[in-house]
């Protein structure tokens, strides 16, 4: 089956400009672009639109998503082709009874109620899953740490014994071995945020030798964002390993201008020779599980049983407020010497207040009303101190509250999207329930309107660069990403005077506009505007070392 595309405007993937031309598809493969010699079995005019490679989702959670949701509309529909998934240090695999244990009760407080779809015992058994099945996208996936950790040893707060490290390090050689892209880690998250900087170098050096790259939810993206910048640089120097910055920013007030700080060490390290890359989502807000927000790390050892009974016993609730009093009392940062010498608990009150209207409540398990509610209503509610609110709410939700935070500057997302080394993810939670993050449905989108064509940010090419080309490099697939012949038929075509970004905080379930066609694999999965439920994908395996 041949299928010519005419009247296009191709842009390659690698930032050269576009050019006017055609592009033949003969089955999974693009076999010629511009003036093609070969006679098509069927012929599409797109009439001037843009045609370039499929957009590959450099920060996917999808993995928690794809098994039950194989069609994945909301990225197929924005134009992804490929999701990086397994990042954080969450993922569907490895699992047993204790990794099975634990997401039985995390999916729910990530992705809603109904979201999870069981885990894996290893990478094998998640592909077989998926291609057995099949999936509109392909998945590239990354072996988490949080998973590997709680399988070695639970969710125990204290350093592996040696046998327990070596259980680790062989289940990240056996992901790697069956095809596992890199090892990603999330630093705020238990199990991982247990580990110490020597427990992750020792696990990158296994990845390393396999030719995967260590991507990296840093310890701290606010008061100690330099810091942890820094202990990614570190890992990724003594294990030798390429090394990914996930979504990053700058969260809270007091530390908006840092990233120009790390990304001053970033180009630093890449001078030293060092593969240093990041990702972004192009929005002023995250999302995460409310009690990760609020909650001191200790909390959260043992199991989330063991959260809960803390949050009923007093004492426990009166000892996690003064912990996490103490923690966000680090995030306040005066000016001149009045940072030395004012007392920070004295601005706490308005700090709290003023966190407390930017946190939106995105998805609960029992009580929807709260949804779109912020933290700050809720305690108006109510009429309880902030704390014992969060407390209460989190007992009556079984913990099961993602919530939407709005603490980024504008400016520093601008500055990380623009840096050449900066590619483009969702980090988009696929919620069943609720009010998703809109960087689910329109983060692809929303780059080429409102920071290509309505602000001039930087030219198409190099947007869409930024989300293909740039993006397979780090992967190591040549063979996607980039227009030419042999590679493989992912593509986008689409309308860059009238792509649309209809996703929002209020209404984020909305598909975009202008995005016409998506193939994956020579196959249609979107055709003028419709998700067609083909299901071409795979679960895409890390190209051999040689």
Same mark, same amino acid.
């Given at each position: 089956?041949?299928?010519?595309?005419?009247?296009?405007?191709?842009?390659?993937?690698?930032?050269?400009?576009?050019?006017?031309?055609?592009?033949?598809?003969?089955?999974?493969?693009?076999?010629?672009?511009?003036?093609?010699?070969?006679?098509?079995?069927?012929?599409?005019?797109?009439?001037?639109?843009?045609?370039?490679?499929?957009?590959?989702?450099?920060?996917? +959670?999808?993995?928690?998503?794809?098994?039950?949701?194989? =069609?994945?509309?909301?990225?197929?529909?924005?134009?992804?082709?490929?999701?990086?998934?397994?990042?954080?240090?969450?993922?569907?695999?490895?699992?047993?009874?204790?990794?099975?244990?634990?997401?039985?009760?995390?999916?729910?407080?990530?992705?809603?109620?109904?979201?999870?779809?069981?885990?894996?015992?290893?990478?094998?058994?998640?592909?077989?899953?998926?291609?057995?099945?099949?999936?509109?996208?392909?998945?590239?996936?990354?072996?988490? +740490?949080?998973?590997?950790?709680?399988?070695?040893?639970?969710?125990?707060?204290?350093?592996?014994?040696?046998?327990?490290?070596?259980?680790?390090?062989?289940?990240?050689?056996?992901?790697?071995?069956?095809?596992?892209?890199?090892?990603?880690?999330?630093?705020?998250?238990?199990?991982?945020?247990?580990? &110490?900087?020597?427990?992750?170098?020792?696990?990158?050096?296994?990845?390393?030798?396999?030719?995967?790259?260590?991507?990296?939810?840093?310890?701290?993206?606010?008061?100690?964002?330099?810091?942890?910048? =820094?202990?990614?640089?570190?890992?990724?120097?003594?294990?030798?390993?390429?090394?990914?910055?996930?979504?990053?920013?700058?969260?809270?007030?007091?530390?908006?201008?840092?990233?120009?700080?790390?990304?001053?060490?970033?180009?630093?390290?890449?001078?030293?020779?060092?593969?240093?890359?990041?990702?972004?989502?192009?929005?002023?807000?995250?999302?995460?599980?409310?009690?990760?927000?609020? *909650?001191?790390?200790?909390?959260?050892?043992?199991?989330?049983?063991? *959260?809960?009974?803390?949050?009923?016993?007093?004492?426990?609730?009166?000892?996690?407020?003064?912990?996490?009093?103490?923690?966000?009392?680090?995030?306040?940062?005066?000016?001149?010497?009045?940072?030395?010498?004012?007392?920070?608990?004295?601005?706490?009150?308005?700090?709290?207040?003023?966190?407390?209207?930017?946190?939106?409540?995105?998805?609960?398990?029992?009580?929807?009303?709260?949804?779109?509610?912020?933290?700050?209503?809720?305690?108006?509610?109510?009429?309880?101190?902030?704390?014992?609110?969060?407390?209460?709410?989190?007992?009556?939700?079984?913990?099961?509250?993602?919530?939407?935070?709005?603490?980024?500057?504008?400016?520093?997302?601008?500055?990380?999207?623009?840096?050449?080394?900066?590619?483009?993810?969702?980090?988009?939670?696929?919620?069943?329930?609720?009010?998703?993050?809109?960087?689910?449905?329109?983060?692809?989108?929303?780059? *080429?309107? +409102?920071?290509?064509?309505? =602000?001039?940010?930087?030219?198409?090419?190099?947007?869409?660069?930024?989300?293909?080309?740039?993006?397979?490099?780090?992967?190591?697939?040549?063979?996607?990403?980039?227009?030419?012949?042999?590679?493989?038929?992912?593509?986008?075509?689409?309308?860059?005077?009238?792509?649309?970004?209809?996703?929002?905080?209020?209404?984020?379930?909305?598909?975009? &506009?202008?995005?016409?066609?998506?193939?994956?694999?020579?196959?249609?999965?979107?055709?003028?505007?419709?998700?067609?439920?083909?299901?071409?994908?795979?679960?895409?395996?890390?190209?051999?070392?040689?």
């Amino acid at each position: 089956m041949r299928l010519l595309v005419k009247n296009a405007r191709l842009v390659d993937g690698t930032g050269a400009p576009m050019r006017a031309g055609e592009l033949l598809v003969e089955g999974e493969h693009i076999a010629e672009l511009g003036a093609s010699a070969l006679p098509p079995d069927e012929v599409i005019d797109v009439e001037g639109a843009i045609v370039c490679p499929g957009f590959i989702d450099m920060h996917s +959670h999808g993995d928690f998503a794809l098994a039950r949701d194989p =069609e994945a509309r909301a990225k197929v529909m924005q134009g992804v082709t490929t999701e990086v998934v397994g990042n954080c240090g969450l993922g569907a695999f490895p699992a047993n009874d204790v990794v099975a244990s634990f997401y039985e009760r995390l999916s729910p407080m990530l992705f809603g109620e109904s979201a999870g779809a069981g885990t894996f015992r290893d990478l094998s058994a998640f592909r077989a899953r998926l291609d057995a099945e099949g999936t509109s996208v392909n998945a590239a996936p990354l072996v988490s +740490h949080g998973n590997v950790r709680a399988h070695a040893m639970g969710l125990a707060e204290r350093a592996p014994t040696g046998v327990e490290l070596r259980a680790m390090e062989e289940l990240v050689d056996a992901a790697h071995r069956e095809g596992a892209f890199g090892l990603s880690t999330g630093l705020v998250y238990p199990p991982g945020a247990y580990a &110490e900087t020597e427990e992750i170098v020792e696990l990158a050096k296994v990845a390393a030798g396999h030719g995967g790259f260590y991507a990296t939810h840093l310890r701290d993206e606010g008061a100690r964002l330099v810091p942890s910048f =820094e202990e990614a640089l570190r890992i990724g120097r003594e294990a030798k390993i390429a090394v990914q910055i996930s979504h990053h920013k700058a969260g809270g007030r007091f530390n908006w201008g840092k990233v120009k700080k790390t990304l001053a060490l970033l180009e630093a390290a890449r001078r030293e020779g060092m593969d240093v890359t990041s990702d972004v989502y192009p929005y002023t807000a995250g999302s995460t599980v409310l009690s990760a927000m609020f *909650l001191p790390l200790w909390a959260f050892e043992g199991s989330q049983d063991k *959260l809960l009974e803390r949050l009923a016993d007093p004492a426990m609730r009166a000892r996690m407020t003064r912990d996490a009093e103490e923690r966000f009392m680090r995030f306040v940062s005066l000016p001149g010497v009045l940072d030395r010498i004012f007392p920070k608990r004295l601005v706490l009150p308005l700090v709290l207040r003023e966190l407390s209207k930017i946190v939106i409540v995105s998805s609960t398990k029992h009580e929807r009303r709260y949804e779109g509610m912020s933290v700050a209503d809720i305690v108006r509610e109510r009429g309880k101190p902030l704390f014992e609110v969060l407390f209460d709410l989190l007992r009556e939700e079984e913990l099961a509250v993602a919530a939407i935070a709005h603490v980024m500057s504008e400016d520093d997302v601008r500055t990380v999207m623009t840096h050449p080394t900066t590619m483009i993810g969702t980090d988009g939670f696929p919620q069943r329930e609720g009010k998703p993050h809109p960087r689910t449905f329109g983060t692809y989108p929303r780059v *080429l309107e +409102h920071y290509v064509r309505r =602000e001039h940010l930087f030219p198409i090419e190099t947007a869409i660069h930024k989300m293909t080309g740039l993006v397979a490099k780090k992967l190591g697939l040549a063979d996607r990403g980039v227009l030419r012949a042999g590679a493989v038929a992912d593509l986008v075509v689409f309308d860059p005077s009238r792509v649309h970004d209809r996703s929002s905080y209020e209404d984020p379930r909305q598909y975009p &506009e202008g995005i016409s066609h998506v193939l994956v694999r020579g196959v249609f999965t979107v055709r003028d505007g419709v998700h067609t439920g083909a299901r071409p994908g795979r679960v895409l395996c890390r190209p051999s070392r040689t």
